[in-house]
């Protein structure tokens, strides 16, 4: 069962949400006849099947729970990993200012634990594409399970490969190109070679290195424009009458987010009119050059 459904009755076969007033929270299936134990007794899925959300049951303990439809952003940071999740705040990033959109054809290098496959799904909507690539067949089989989990099995928008996007890409033109993966400037080459003109390569890294090496790598092809990076930090406050203040833990850095847009074949990117800082591109600097920067 797809739960991509919002709203109407709890039906049996989907997930739901319990919370307690203290904050615990519990992810449940809904079976007919089930019951799910608690802290503070038994909690009978018969009582939540039928109900609309927000209701509050009651455990054979009498504890009380409140019970909705996860939240995607819940779902994510909560579901089974292989490889460590995309957080929703870059997700929400990626779909944002790669301009993931309906209907477009979208490949994804990394697939992980399928955090933001389900976000790129949705985005695409019934008339796009999404080509998830994953180089570790574990990282994929959990994937597989956790966005089937909210979508159901046999997505017609969805297909899931095993390998290296570099050998094994299947797409000979695509809108928008992820990239999650510890060498995303190797991909580069792909990009030229995929991407529409207009079309957005966006890469998720996680260190400076690795984002210098993407952005100069992209400036050295010449057939991207100026690289765009950035990062998100999050942080909730607490609200109590008079006491509003920061709350003491944040979501902070978690990777480093990079976009560029491809050219059209034949129209290089136009050269920065600002010159590198001096020693930039030094006798000291290794990595790709972009044109005039040449010792």
């Not at 909210?150 to 095993?162: A, K, M, R």
């Not at 909730?236 to 920061?246: F, I, K, T």
């Not at 709350?247 to 074949?265: C, E, I, Q, S």
Request: glycine share 10%; aromatic share 8%; with cysteine.
């Amino acid at each position: 069962m797809t739960t991509w459904m919002r709203s109407g009755p709890f039906v049996e076969g989907e997930w739901v949400r319990l919370s307690d007033a203290k904050g615990r929270k519990h992810n449940i299936r809904l079976e007919a006849g089930r019951e799910f134990s608690t802290k503070k007794g038994q909690l009978r899925h018969d009582d939540i099947i039928g109900e609309p959300e927000g209701i509050i049951v009651t455990s054979t303990l009498e504890g009380q729970y409140q019970v909705f439809r996860p939240l995607l952003s819940e779902y994510v940071v909560s579901m089974p990993r292989g490889a460590a999740i995309i957080y929703p705040k870059d997700a929400a990033h990626i779909v944002t200012m790669a301009d993931i959109y309906p209907g477009a054809r979208v490949v994804e290098a990394g697939a992980g634990s399928g955090s933001l496959t389900a976000y790129l799904l949705r985005a695409v909507g019934p008339d796009g594409h999404l080509g998830s690539y994953e180089i570790r067949e574990e990282f994929a089989e959990t994937a597989r399970r956790n966005v089937e989990q909210l979508v159901g099995t046999d997505h017609p928008e969805w297909t899931l490969t095993v390998g290296d996007v570099r050998e094994v890409m299947a797409e000979p033109e695509i809108d928008r190109l992820v990239l999650d993966m510890v060498d995303p400037w190797s991909c580069v080459p792909l990009a030229a070679e995929r991407l529409v003109p207009g079309g957005i390569v966006c890469a998720y890294v996680a260190t400076t290195t690795q984002l210098a090496r993407f952005v100069e790598t992209l400036r050295a092809d010449g057939g991207f424009t100026e690289p765009h990076a950035w990062e998100t930090m999050q942080r909730s406050w607490h609200l109590e009458g008079l006491a509003v203040r920061p709350d003491h833990k944040m979501v902070g850095h978690t990777a480093f987010l990079v976009t560029a847009r491809r050219m059209a074949p034949g129209h290089p990117a136009l050269e920065k009119t600002r010159r590198p800082a001096p020693g930039a591109y030094g006798p000291d600097y290794t990595g790709p050059r972009p044109a005039g920067t040449e010792l």
